[in-house]
């Protein structure tokens, strides 16, 4: 802002020595330079902290090499087959994690044994969480069998390798 400010007032004092309006002492071939900086002093003003300050749309993906977890992770919570009510807005998961600690931060340090949760329904990330249970929302699924996937990952949201993963299948009741 400050260095739109300073654009308009150089171009302002070299149109007014140009139009014999003010700046008797100034010589015309100032008047002129004075114009033309202003105008790009203006134009930098407006478009390059635009570059510097826009925030980053690409998220970085982890890359490199990926630490390995022995942790093992298990979904009690529905269980393999289980039916539920068509009627249910929510739906309990409930998991449990042996060998691994859930951290509430992400970090780029990374270490075998911590990290947090992603869990997926029907393919499609559902949260990210930072605890073992969890309520997710199942209104508007249609009836038949679904898919919750749930994944320990690293500090920094990229998975371990090998994957520390476990899921399972429920039914939501209704339908014909």
Known sequence: ?????????LGWAGVTRIRDKGFPRLPLGGAWSLAVIGGIVVIAGLTLPRQFMRPNVATPTPSGARPASTATLAIDEP???QVVPGTDAQLDVVMT???????????????PDTGHIHLSLDGTLVSMTYGLVQLVDIRGLSPG???LEAEFVAADHGPFDPRVTARTTFTIAGGT
């Open 97 to 111: 994690l042996d060998g691994g600690t859930i951290v509430d931060t992400a970090s780029t340090t990374l270490t």
């Open 79 to 81: 269980a393999e087959g």
């Open 1 to 9: 802002m400050i260095t739109v400010v300073a654009g308009l007032w």
């Open 145 to 147: 069998e679904h898919t």
